[in-house]
């Protein structure tokens, strides 16, 4: 259910200068943001879809990247044809936009680790 906004309370908290600040989900735990006045309802819209953007990546790459705690992936190939999913180790926590333009491989595909 799409929850209305009031907009008149939304720009008396932000001429007040009241800091609004956002939870998202984050490797490690959550991360605190402050919203801007625009950001307020993208954000309540959907967290995942306004911080994916924010860090200019796809969601199902923000997804990927939380659930590997941003442990960067092999991007070699199995013989199967499907992608490796192995973690090359040698890099740990990424951040995200990083962690989407890795290109290394596991050890097995040539990498160190
Ligand atoms: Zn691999």
Known sequence: MK????KFTLTALFDAE???IGEVP????GRSI?????DIEP????KITWIAKK??????????????????????????GKPCSRKVFQVRGLPVREWV???????????ET
Do not use: M
């Not at 969601?59 to 442990?71: I, M, P, S, T």
């Not at 333009?101 to 990498?111: A, D, I, S, V």
């Open 18 to 20: 009241i800091v609004v």
């Open 34 to 38: 402050q919203l801007d006045y625009d």
């Open 101 to 111: 333009e890795f290109e290394g491989y596991c050890r097995k595909h040539g990498g």
């Open 55 to 80: 860090e200019g990546v796809t969601v199902k790459d923000f997804e990927q990247w939380l659930e590997a705690g941003g442990d960067p992936i092999c991007v070699g190939y199995l013989n199967s």
């Open 3 to 6: 929850r209305q906004l009031d």
């Open 26 to 29: 984050w490797i490690a735990g």
């Open 43 to 46: 954000f309540c819209d959907n």
